[in-house]
């Protein structure tokens, strides 16, 4: 059976990058692995095995062009409302909170919000199937 292991994005700032993801998720690093053209530094915290890989290409000084096809990574939360107001208060620009509901259920409690480049990024309160 296939396990996902990590995801990876590519960041034109790595400090930037690492700053936005330990606050947001209290993700850190747990490699960094330097290379002559680019450097990958992985970032994982003790709630999941599911890491965040950094791609830096050195050299880069132009944005990533996300295109059409990049959705989002997710994250799921305890108490929502709570992460949203940490969020706002950190200056990371959440989103409103949206209630995703079927028939009047409810099923999904849910904000976006964006790191340094750009990328989506889906926080969920605990329920249902995101638990």
């Known amino acids: 059976m296939a396990k996902a292991i990590h995801m990876m994005v590519r960041v034109l700032d790595e400090a930037r990058s690492v700053r936005f993801y330990q606050t947001a998720f209290g993700l850190r690093v747990d490699e960094r692995l330097d290379f002559d053209d680019f450097t990958l530094v992985y970032l994982a915290n003790d709630e999941a095995p599911f890491e965040i890989e950094l791609t830096i290409n050195k050299g880069r000084a132009e944005p990533y062009a996300l295109g059409e096809g990049y959705g989002h990574v997710a994250f799921v939360v305890d108490d929502l409302d709570a992460e949203h107001a940490r969020f706002a208060s950190s200056g990371l620009n ?20 964006e790191d340094p480049d750009g990328y989506k990024i889906e926080m969920l309160q605990k329920h249902g199937r995101y638990c």
């Open 94 to 113: 959440p989103r409103n909170i949206v209630e995703f509901k079927r028939d009047g259920a409810l099923i999904a409690r849910f904000f976006f919000v």
